[in-house]
């Protein structure tokens, strides 16, 4: 690989990273995609930023489930819910404009029907039996 291309892939990866991670606290940013996408440019440019991503707290929490097929559980997509549509309810209260509404309230069934039928659901040990 070519100085430049692993410069900019190092580059990316550190963009991917720093977004994923204020995903975790910004309900519009999606952690996990970004994560992927860091995890995707360190893979192919450096071996120490990849292994630095794959130990951080973020990484372990929001991507691992997500590639190895587990998926998330209930209580932590409660949770994405509950934090989102409580931030999604300050800003509107706070903007108090119409067309905000409405851009928030398409935000939140959207994100509704991302947490509950696109992101997979963690099997308890107790549906196997």
Not at 36 to 64: D, I, Q
Request: hydrophobic share 55%; glycine share 6%.
């Amino acid at each position: 690989m070519s100085a430049l291309k692993k410069c900019l892939f190092v580059i990316l990866g550190s963009l991917c990273t720093a977004l994923g991670i204020a995903g975790v606290f910004l309900p519009v940013l999606p952690t996990t995609p970004l994560l992927l996408a860091a995890a995707f440019f360190f893979s192919r440019s450096s071996e120490r930023l990849n292994a630095w991503l794959v130990e951080t707290k973020a990484y372990k929490a929001y991507v691992e489930p997500f590639k190895s097929g587990r998926g998330v559980t209930v209580k932590k997509k409660l949770t994405i819910l509950g934090i989102s549509y409580s931030i999604m309810a300050v800003s509107a209260v706070l903007v108090a404009k119409p067309i905000v509404w409405g851009i928030l309230g398409c935000v939140a069934v959207f994100l509704l029907w991302l947490v509950a039928f696109y992101l997979p659901t963690e099997r308890s040990v107790f549906d196997e039996e």
